[in-house]
């Protein structure tokens, strides 16, 4: 296989920046079809993009044998059960965050994967991106001392509450969405896997937060905290911190560096700050993938890891008082 033939499921908003810019730069990647639930739409998101096959349905795209690959964009609630259909027929799939519903789903999906010898990645975009690394590499120096407090957030305004980020059934709330690339982040910067201390939500609806707070702790006695919000007085907060006994680290916008970021070091009282540059992290990450499919290289998104991640938004939203999203 010289060239990896993806389908679209769904014509979902995000696939334009998640797959169909970043795929005019990376050659080695086709998107070469797509199903909607409306063949109509999918038809007219076909001739907009230049997208060769319609499928009348999901289970017909996945079943092209045409195709290598799937992106799946769906809602939360519908992640597991197409991811798991399209790793039955053999398909590889780049899966939108969250990876499913709940961890219970994350683990069913990392065996059928491992059984199919296909790969399947958590498309945490950002992760691809050279701020993270580098974010991790200060860490990782020990030019911070003994790390004693991560802070994450992701904080933006969404006032649809029609949307389906606001519906249980379909695994919204707050920790699913602005949450998870937090909670993740906290893990990338951390020392081995935290534990939740505790969680407080505010809520939309019964069960649906339109923000979290979580107090984590690692094994080496750092303290986490993450602030994710939809809506609420924090409109919009992107950022890391990383307090140590020697300096700390701080980063803006560790989510879409493409855009904007700033990475601002100080060690004994000197601060150096700058600017990571980097591709698009959507260009990044499905480059990435199409090597990991055609030539093996790592996955830095498995699904040995977003085991661990919906593990811990479980444990979040058990820690709030709420039911985990798909129970």
Known sequence: MSQLRIGLL?????????????????PEVVVAAIAARDRDRAQSYATKHGIERVHSSYDDLIADPSLDAIY?????????????????????????????????EAREVAVAASRAGV???????????PLASKMRSVVDSGELGTIREIRTALCFPLPRFHDIRYSYELGGGAMMDAGCYALNCLRLLGSGEPTVVSAVAKLKFPNVDRAMSADLRFEDGCLGHLDASMWSRKLLKIGVQVKGDRGSLRAFNFVAP???????VTVDGRKHSERVAGEPTYT?????????????EPNL?????????MGLIDDIY????LSRRGA
């Open 10 to 26: 769904g014509a979902a908003k995000i696939a334009k920046s998640a797959l169909m810019r970043p795929a005019k730069d990376v």
């Open 72 to 104: 799946n964009p769906l809602p939360n609630g519908l992640h597991a059960e197409w991811t798991l259909k399209a790793i039955a027929a053999g398909k590889h799939v780049l899966c939108e965050k969250p990876f499913t519903a709940n961890a219970t």
């Open 119 to 129: 790969v399947v990645t958590e498309a945490f975009h950002y992760r691809y991106h």
């Open 258 to 264: 493409q855009y904007f970021n700033r990475l601002s």
């Open 284 to 296: 990044l990450q499905l480059r990435s993938f199409a090597a990991s499919v055609l030539r093996g």
């Open 301 to 309: 998104t498995p699904p040995e890891d977003a085991i661990l991640n």
């Open 318 to 321: 058990v820690a709030a008082g």
